[in-house]
């Protein structure tokens, strides 16, 4: 295990460059089982709760994708669902959880679907206020925590960008031929029928499929929709159904989930108790900068150590009050590392 020293380090560079969240690989399930129930034990009332709004609305070329694939049938299959009328396709519910920077956490067939019918739809959804980054961390926290479950989903289907270009292609081949994806079936004077139905076409079949391909065209080479805005995997996501969500914000605006320092003593004993708690006192600069120097000779071995034993202290201070990454000993909770 790495010293602390060597673990503040690897923080400043991987994480106060490149704030990435926790993978759902890396929670540690017995902390966050403690966690999701430990907010109101830390003698601190306001440091946990979160703003979340399930009744949240944007267009939804404003959002982005956290995931980097899509299968492209079943995206075509909830457009057309969608303008045939079907009770079980709205788009306009997205039934998603969105950060607050604009990152959808799932739903993306629903977003992609709304993309080819109508780029300007207003969505709704539910905003958690949250950089996307620590939301992720929070969810992966609560998917194993509240949840019970220790894997992600699996990528399938095309990338982003192969998905909408080859849209382009289906959607022609289903205005001619029809379409069948899944549970639907559709001839192709119902999927005329459907096209005449696409914003702006007014009633012109084939002027609403050139409408559809135009908006898929568009979304191919538009680098937002096209590359994800994280660099996990999706197994590595969270995993919250839309039944849980209602649950998942309670808990969150009443700040039940003890995921801000300081953290509960429950919380620190979960995570290696003394060990951690040591990590903790750690972070004081006083301490940090008496031990810096000694710590970076054995860990670098190199002529310019003391330079970088001395920045110690002032980085530290930025990793613990930045709100743009992961603070040093949040990282430390939630990936479950206890220490030396």
Do not use: C
Not at 156 to 179: D, M, P, V, W, Y
Not at 263 to 281: E, F, P
Not at 334 to 339: E, F, M, Y
């Amino acid at each position: 295990m790495k010293n602390f020293y060597e673990m503040m380090m690897l923080m400043e560079t991987e994480t106060l460059q490149r704030p990435d969240p926790v993978p759902l690989s890396k929670v540690d399930s017995a902390a966050a089982k403690v966690a999701v129930v430990s907010g109101h034990k830390d003698g601190v009332p306001k440091d946990d709760p979160v703003q979340a709004n399930m009744g949240a609305s944007g267009s939804v070329s404003k959002l982005k994708p956290t995931q980097s694939t899509l299968v492209s049938d079943k995206v075509l299959n909830f457009a057309l669902a969608y303008l045939g009328g079907e009770a079980w396709m709205d788009l306009s519910k997205m039934d998603a959880i969105v950060s607050g920077d604009g990152a959808i956490m799932d739903g993306h067939h629903r977003w992609a679907a709304a993309l080819i019918v109508n780029p300007a739809m207003e969505v709704g959804y539910t905003l958690i206020s949250l950089p996307l980054e620590k939301l992720i961390s929070i969810l992966n926290v609560y998917t194993k925590g509240a949840l019970g479950k220790e894997k992600g989903n699996p990528d399938a289907g095309e990338t982003l960008a192969q998905a909408f270009a080859n849209l382009e292609a289906k959607i022609r081949g289903a205005f001619a031929n029809g379409f069948q994806a899944g549970k639907s079936s559709y001839d192709a004077q119902t999927v005329q029928s459907m096209m005449a139905k696409m914003p702006g076409a007014n009633g012109d079949a084939n002027r609403g499929m050139e409408q559809m391909v135009q908006n898929a065209s568009a979304a191919a080479s538009n680098q937002n929709m096209t590359k994800s805005a994280t660099n996990l995997a999706r197994a590595d996501m969270p995993v919250i159904d839309k039944e849980q969500v209602a649950k998942l914000v309670a808990d969150l605006q009443a700040g039940n989930v003890d995921v801000m320092q300081p953290y509960s003593k429950d919380v620190l004993a979960a995570i290696g108790g003394q060990k951690n708690a040591s990590v903790q006192q750690a972070q004081q600069p006083g301490v940090q900068a008496n031990q810096a120097p000694q710590q970076a000779q054995v860990a670098n071995q190199g002529p310019q150590q003391p330079q970088v034993a001395n920045q110690g202290p002032q980085r530290l201070q930025a990793a613990h009050t930045s709100h743009n990454g992961p603070r040093l000993n949040e990282w430390l909770v939630l990936s479950g590392v206890k220490g030396n």
